[in-house]
């Protein structure tokens, strides 16, 4: 079973940084792709940043280009998302996801989410 602990969220004023942390735990074997999606209150979930695994390339959203940075962690299995310059639109719940997990159970393609941690950006 694979386990997501997000940290990092909570409440900042536009123009100021945050970071979210993201470890998963479990009997993983490897993990294809990491990434960070968010959900504002009343849209749907979208994507904010993808990782590869071995972090050589990465995938953003239009919206988050240049003032968020997404890297793999020193940790095994962790990933972060630098949040700079952030914006009142920025405000969501950002989810931690895995996709490609290869367990000690076999291979799931199917995403391994996160609880969410909830970033709140005031103007």
């Known amino acids: 079973q694979v386990q997501l602990v997000e940290s990092g969220g909570g409440l900042v004023q536009a123009g100021e940084s945050l970071r979210l942390s993201c470890t998963a735990s479990?009997?993983?074997?490897?993990?294809?792709?990491m990434g960070w999606y968010r959900q504002a209150p009343g849209k749907q979930r979208e994507l904010v940043a993808i990782?590869?695994?071995?972090?050589?390339?990465?995938n953003y959203a239009d919206s988050v280009k240049g003032r968020f940075t997404i890297s793999r962690g020193d940790a095994e299995y962790t990933v972060h998302l630098q949040m700079d310059r952030l914006k009142s639109e920025d405000t969501a719940v950002y989810y931690c996801s895995l996709v490609g997990v290869t367990t000690t159970a076999g291979f799931f393609s199917l995403p391994y989410w996160g609880k969410g941690t909830l970033v709140t950006v005031s103007s």
């Open positions: 479990g009997s993983i074997l490897s993990i294809n792709t």
């Open positions: 990782i590869s695994r071995g972090g050589d390339s990465t």
